[in-house]
Each structure stands twice: as structure tokens, then as C-alpha cells.
């Protein structure tokens, strides 16, 4: 039972992460174009560099809660 309990509280958490950087205003210049949310910090990095790569964007930027907790994407696109 207290697997459940735990496992209920973490996805909880992850929910009101998610929900935060959603609702959160953004801090980034208004030149930065939101793309999606990821599910971790090293996930949105990913994207970000291979949308970079892609010469897609210019630069990007990871906007998270926790290193372990879902993480906003916005690039400068090029």
C-alpha cells in the first residue's frame, strides 16, 4: 500500500511541475519561440541541440523545475 501512496505522490508532483511551466510567465525574450515540454531537462537539451544542429534555430533555451521534472523548450528560430 505505501508503493501506492508513493507512486500516487510522484506522479502528483509531476503534474503540478508540468502544470507550473505551463502557466509560469515566461522570462525569455520575446525573440524566443516556444516549441513543446519534455519530459526531463536532458530530454528538452536533446531537442534543443538538434534543432540547432538542424539549422533550424539559432540557440535554445531549457526552462525546468527540477533537474528530474519536466522541462519548456523555446528556440530562437533561424
Same mark, same amino acid.
Given at each position: ?7 500516487? @505522490?510522484?506522479?502528483? $508532483? %509531476?503534474?503540478?511541475?508540468? +502544470?507550473?511551466?505551463? &502557466? ?6 520575446? =525573440? ?10 536532458? @530530454?528538452?537539451?536533446? $531537442? %534543443?541541440?538538434?534543432?540547432? +544542429?538542424?539549422?533550424? &534555430? ?6 525546468? =523545475? ?13
Amino acid at each position: 500500500m505505501s508503493l501506492r501512496k508513493a507512486f500516487s @505522490s510522484v506522479a502528483v $508532483a %509531476g503534474i503540478m511541475a508540468g +502544470s507550473a511551466l505551463i &502557466a509560469a510567465p515566461s522570462a525569455q525574450a520575446a =525573440t524566443y519561440t516556444y516549441i513543446g515540454i519534455y519530459p526531463t531537462a536532458a @530530454s528538452c537539451h536533446a $531537442a %534543443g541541440q538538434a534543432y540547432v +544542429s538542424s539549422h533550424r &534555430a539559432i540557440v535554445y533555451f531549457c526552462d525546468t =523545475t527540477t533537474e528530474t521534472g519536466p522541462a519548456r523548450l523555446s528556440v530562437v528560430l533561424a
